[in-house]
């Protein structure tokens, strides 16, 4: 299991063009934002590596399940953040004062 404070920070994507998220869910401290760039060529690579987070959108695209539980996927997440072949895929991991 990934230790959380060793991930604070931005990950992945800038914040713009987003099509799915942000979403937003905090514990212990931390706050973990997702969200899905129009770069995003439904390659299934987010699928494969955090399918509990990630689902295929019926317009052709990765979409987040915000429903998800994103702390527990954390490893998983950033899996998917660092193999996405088009940098389609963003995560923030910040300390909340």
């Not at 770069?39 to 987040?64: K, L």
Request: with cysteine; proline share 6%; hydrophobic share 35%.
């Amino acid at each position: 299991m990934v230790d959380p404070s060793k991930l604070v920070g931005e990950h992945g994507a800038a914040r713009a063009d987003i099509i799915s998220g942000p979403f937003t869910q905090e514990r212990g401290g931390l706050a973990l934002t997702l969200w899905v760039t129009e770069a995003c060529i439904d390659c299934d690579i987010s699928r494969e590596n955090c399918p509990a987070v990630y689902r295929h959108a019926e317009r052709g695209r990765t979409e987040i399940k915000p429903e998800a539980d994103f702390f527990a996927e954390l490893e998983n997440l950033k899996n998917a953040v660092d193999h996405c072949p088009t940098t389609a895929l963003g995560l923030v991991l910040e300390k909340k004062p």
